[in-house]
């Protein structure tokens, strides 16, 4: 049989396991198991499985994961969520949609805190969406609005997404945190636009909140978040200064939100074993799909896919934009079945040569991947995000009106992506200035 031949079906049989709701790690990992069987030998097979997770594990670049998932867990464990909510609830009350805007900003400072779109959703929906229902917000701007927020997380530096997508891609991780400033600002900003415009339009959606708050009460409130915003600075500024790399200032965030939870009297025994604890699961999930993404790259380079990957692309005269378009249509629908970072790790071994073909430059490509991972997490029938707000609302709401809720937010989306897609230097403006 051709090697071409069976590295389709290989990924065709990557695609019904998947389909039949077999884990992502074990469907990647499986199959190029064998298809390398089927290609070399089944030594060849057995001394690739045996390296390759002590090479991955040994990367220095991927030392960031741990690092900041640790971060994230200790500024959610020690109470540093909280906080940053009310003081956005005090300062924006009297907004149209007030609550709902906080709500939004509070995402955008926890997703630079924590690097996970799942963990934002969470921590931020505990707290948002009871305190909008009691007001009498509508459910499906409540929960949509903590939904699309949360995807923030996947954006906003420190991005689990983008270290990963940089180790795999061979791209400065510092550059493509960096990168992800300007559009998780634009993001943010244009999220909170279009909730304050549909309020206005439609008053019911958002009551206003007769919250006479003294200016005290609100500085107060404000000495109780800067070290969240101490926090996000240091990390950020010392991967753009250079003085860091992402992993050390990823340290460096872990220590310092233990640092003042214990300044603050927040830090516990119990809070040091469940941020280590959760940090420690998701990174191991996390891995095991990494792992399994690198077998499936090493399958398809020895059946031959990526030279006629490329080769396709150079015969069919694909420009840039045209290519990304390409992408976006098929992160889109793999985003309404698949989890987001499986989604990227199963096509970034099939589409990396086509990039490198056209030589387009792959700082900009990964914010355009993990913006469309985002977008995954909100579009139905899975998007993730969806799923963990509905859990965290409880039987008060429904499915169907969270989805309802993140459509608008989807619009705003599409709005970004044309934008991103048209103006390249969106995204790496930013790092051509750290590079000098």
Not at 6 to 32: D, E, K, N
Not at 72 to 90: E, H, I, K, M, V
Request: charged share 10%; hydrophobic share 60%.
């Amino acid at each position: 049989m051709d090697s071409l031949m069976i590295g389709g079906l290989g990924v065709g049989a990557i695609l019904v396991l998947l389909a039949a709701r077999v884990p992502i790690a074990f469907a990647l990992g499986s199959v190029s198991f064998v298809g390398i069987i089927f290609l070399r030998n089944e030594r060849a097979a057995l001394g690739i499985l045996g390296s390759l997770p002590h090479d991955f594990a040994a990367s220095w670049e991927l030392s960031a994961v741990p690092m900041f998932l640790l971060m994230g867990a200790a500024a959610y464990q020690t109470g540093l969520t909280s906080s940053l909510y009310n003081a956005a609830r005090l300062w924006l009350n009297e907004l149209p949609g007030g609550l709902a805007v906080a709500t939004n900003f509070t995402a955008a400072g926890f997703a630079a805190a924590s690097g996970s779109s799942v963990a934002t959703s969470a921590a931020v929906g505990r707290l948002a969406i009871p305190e909008m229902l009691k007001f009498g917000y509508d459910k499906a701007l409540a929960t949509g609005t903590v939904a699309a927020s949360g995807t923030l997380g996947a954006l906003i530096p420190p991005s689990i997404a983008f270290v990963i997508y940089g180790w795999f891609t061979e791209q400065s991780v510092g550059s493509l945190l960096i990168a992800g400033i300007i559009p998780g600002l634009m993001t943010a900003g244009l999220y909170t636009l279009m909730i304050v415009v549909r309020c206005i339009i439609t008053p019911s959606l958002a009551p206003r909140v007769a919250l006479k708050v003294p200016m005290s009460e609100k500085i107060a409130a404000l000495g109780k978040v800067w070290p969240m915003p101490l926090l996000v600075l240091g990390v950020v500024g010392a991967i753009y200064s250079g003085l860091a790399t992402p992993t050390e200032a990823g340290a460096l965030g872990a220590f310092l939100a233990f640092v003042i939870g214990a300044a603050q009297g927040r830090l516990t025994k119990k809070v040091i074993a469940d941020s280590v604890g959760d940090a420690m699961r998701t990174t191991s999930s996390l891995f095991f799909l990494a792992i399994g993404a690198v077998m499936l790259t090493r399958f398809l380079a020895l059946a031959g896919v990526p030279t006629f990957i490329a080769d396709t692309v150079a015969h069919l005269n694909l420009g840039p934009v045209a290519l990304v378009m390409a992408l976006a249509v098929i992160y889109l629908i793999l985003g309404m079945f698949l989890d987001p970072i499986g989604v990227m790790l199963l096509t970034l071994p099939v589409f990396l040569p086509a990039f490198h073909a056209l030589d387009m430059d792959l700082i900009w490509i990964g914010v355009i991947v993990v913006k469309m991972i985002e977008v995954g997490l909100l579009t139905p029938p899975v998007g993730l995000n969806v799923y963990v707000v509905k859990g965290v609302a409880g039987d008060s709401v429904g499915l169907a009106t969270v989805f309802k809720g993140v459509a608008w937010f989807l619009a705003c989306e599409l709005v970004i992506m044309i934008l991103l897609i048209a103006f390249p230097a969106l995204s790496t403006w930013l790092p051509s200035l750290m590079a000098h």
